[in-house]
């Protein structure tokens, strides 16, 4: 497997290899190895540095609130933890479940329960609804049943014959977040399920998040809609020119005026 190189001059920590999952950061996990763990992640979009050393646990079945203002490096970290090529992870650790992301591709992480549901929602085209679904079961670890798909996402079985792109906007989140449940899932990414999505249509994926939580499956969400966001997830962490500079409970953030105002502008 690709060993991440060790950037010695960078930063002159232990390598790697000798880290215990989860440890550090364990601020929030009270010493105990984090169920997912960033721990100093740096990441690059070729020469341009982008995530600058980002660490942050999240436990097993919570929901975080990704949060922070326009370029603060919220779809970065996303991508980084997904492991796609770009932007390139040069340092750092990602662990999920005792699992080294970070010595995996983008496809090894899927397999071992990474489904990150991009911005753009990418339904293929020419597909119908089910046919998007039965794509992402073409090969193991196989998810949720389609009929399952359905029960949560009601909308999805009534136009299970329609063509994916030529769904609602709110629609097409659910088959995008249908599509990743349909395989075998332990972390789930959002980057901006809410985008462009009458307040309704939030609160029906709102309700569809908190039951994919009760079932276990722990998530990150990144949201521009800030305080819907905060809502939904225990625990938030706020990003700043690619660094963490809050991560404490969702209440905390929905308590304190003056750090939104200063992070988030809200
Ligand atoms: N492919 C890329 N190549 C070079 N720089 C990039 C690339 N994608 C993003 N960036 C830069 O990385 C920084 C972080 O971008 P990122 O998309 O992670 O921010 P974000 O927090 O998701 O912002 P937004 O709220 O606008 O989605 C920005 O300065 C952005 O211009
Ligand atoms: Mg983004």
Known sequence: MDRIDQ?????????????VPGQPPTISTGGQPAYFSCWDIHAYYGESYIVQGVSFDV???????LLGRNGAGKTS???????VDDPALKHGEIWL??????DMKAHQAAQ???????????????LTVEENLK???IEPPIGWSIERIYDLFPRLGER???????LSGGEQQMLAIGRTLARDIKLLLLDEPYEGLAPVIVQEIEKT????????????????NAIAALHLADRAIILEMGQVVFDGTSQEVLDNAELRQQYLAI
């Not at 970290?77 to 492991?83: E, F, G, M, P, Y």
């Open 7 to 19: 950037q010695e001059d960078q930063t002159g920590d232990a390598p790697i290899s000798e880290a």
């Open 59 to 65: 436990r097993e079945g919570e929901i975080i609130a």
């Open 77 to 83: 970290t996303l991508r980084a933890i997904a492991r």
């Open 97 to 102: 479940d005792h699992k080294p992301l970070h």
């Open 112 to 126: 071992i329960g990474v489904g990150l549901v991009p911005e753009d929602r990418r339904i293929i085209q020419g």
């Open 135 to 137: 794509l992402a079961q």
């Open 160 to 166: 299970h014959s329609q063509e994916g792109t030529t």
């Open 209 to 224: 998040l908190e039951q994919i939580k009760s079932l276990g499956i722990t998530t990150i969400i990144v949201e521009q």
